[in-house]
T-cell receptor
Framework: KQEVTQIPAALSVPEGENLVLNCSFT??????LQWFRQDPGKGLTSLLL?????REQTSGRLNASLDKSSGRSTLYIAASQPGDSATYLC???????????FGGGTRLMVKP | DGGITQSPKYLFRKEGQNVTLSCEQN?????MYWYRQDPGQGLRLIYY???????QKGDIAEGYSVSREKKESFPLTVTSAQKNPTAFYLC?????????????FGEGSRLTVL
C-alpha cells in the first residue's frame, strides 16, 4: 500500500528565505503528484500537478520537482512571504484508480 | 464562478443521530470524492464516484453512506454507526478521475458530536 510522508511536520522561517518542503512515497509507480495548500479551517487549493513523465513544474515563486525512481518530490518556495504561511500537502495518484494518497502535511510559518 | 459548495460549514450532532453533508459542483466534473481530515493528519478517502449512480468505498467507508443521483451532487451521510465522527469533511471533484487531472476541493464542513 502506498505511503506518503512529509518532513518536516512544521517549519518556521523568517521572511525572504528560500525554503524546501519534502514529500516521499513508497511506491514509485505513480501517475501524478500534486501539491496543495490549506489555510486553517479551509479546503485545499491545488498549487502544482506533476505528471509522471515530467521532472518539474513551476508557478510563480513555486517550483515542484519529481524523482519517481527515488520516490521523492520537493516543493521549493522562493523569497518566502508571511502570506505563504499555511499547511502544504502532497498527494500521489498511484494508478490504482481514482484514489489519491495524501501525506500528513508540513505546517509552514513565515515570520515578518 | 465555477466551484464546489459544501454545506453546512459547521454542524453539531448528538450521539445516535444521522447527519447529511451537502456537496454541489458546477464544474461539470465526472468524479467526486469525500475525504475526512483529523487534526494534524492527512486526508483519508471515504467514498468516491466516477459517474452518476455509481460509487465506490474508500479506505474508511464504515459508518458512512453516499448517493450520486445527479452529476452535480454527492451528499455524504454520517450515520450513527460511525464511532468517531467528529472531524473536518472535505468534498472534491476532478474531470475524469484523479489520474487525469487536478483535484478541486470545497471549503469543508466541520462536524462535532456533542
Amino acid at each position: 500500500k502506498q505511503e506518503v510522508t512529509q518532513i518536516p511536520a512544521a517549519l518556521s522561517v523568517p521572511e525572504g528565505e528560500n525554503l524546501v518542503l519534502n514529500c516521499s512515497f513508497t511506491d514509485s509507480a505513480i501517475y501524478n503528484l500534486q501539491w496543495f495548500r490549506q489555510d486553517p479551517g479551509k479546503g485545499l487549493t491545488s498549487l502544482l500537478l506533476i505528471q509522471s513523465s515530467q521532472r518539474e513544474q513551476t508557478s510563480g515563486r513555486l517550483n515542484a520537482s519529481l524523482d519517481k525512481s527515488s520516490g521523492r518530490s520537493t516543493l521549493y518556495i522562493a523569497a518566502s512571504q508571511p502570506g505563504d504561511s499555511a499547511t502544504y500537502l502532497c498527494a500521489v495518484d498511484d494508478n490504482a484508480g481514482n484514489m489519491l494518497t495524501f501525506g500528513g502535511g508540513t505546517r509552514l510559518m513565515v515570520k515578518p | 464562478d465555477g466551484g464546489i459548495t459544501q454545506s453546512p460549514k459547521y454542524l453539531f450532532r448528538k450521539e445516535g443521530q444521522n447527519v447529511t453533508l451537502s456537496c454541489e459542483q458546477n464544474l461539470n466534473h465526472d468524479a467526486m470524492y469525500w475525504y475526512r481530515q483529523d487534526p494534524g493528519q492527512g486526508l483519508r478517502l471515504i467514498y468516491y464516484s466516477q459517474i452518476v449512480n455509481d460509487f465506490q468505498k474508500g479506505d474508511i467507508a464504515e459508518g458512512y453512506s453516499v448517493s450520486r443521483e445527479k452529476k452535480e451532487s454527492f451528499p455524504l451521510t454520517v450515520t450513527s454507526a460511525q464511532k468517531n465522527p467528529t472531524a473536518f469533511y472535505l468534498c472534491a471533484s476532478s474531470r475524469q478521475g484523479a489520474n487525469t487531472g487536478e483535484l478541486f476541493f470545497g471549503e469543508g464542513s466541520r462536524l462535532t458530536v456533542l
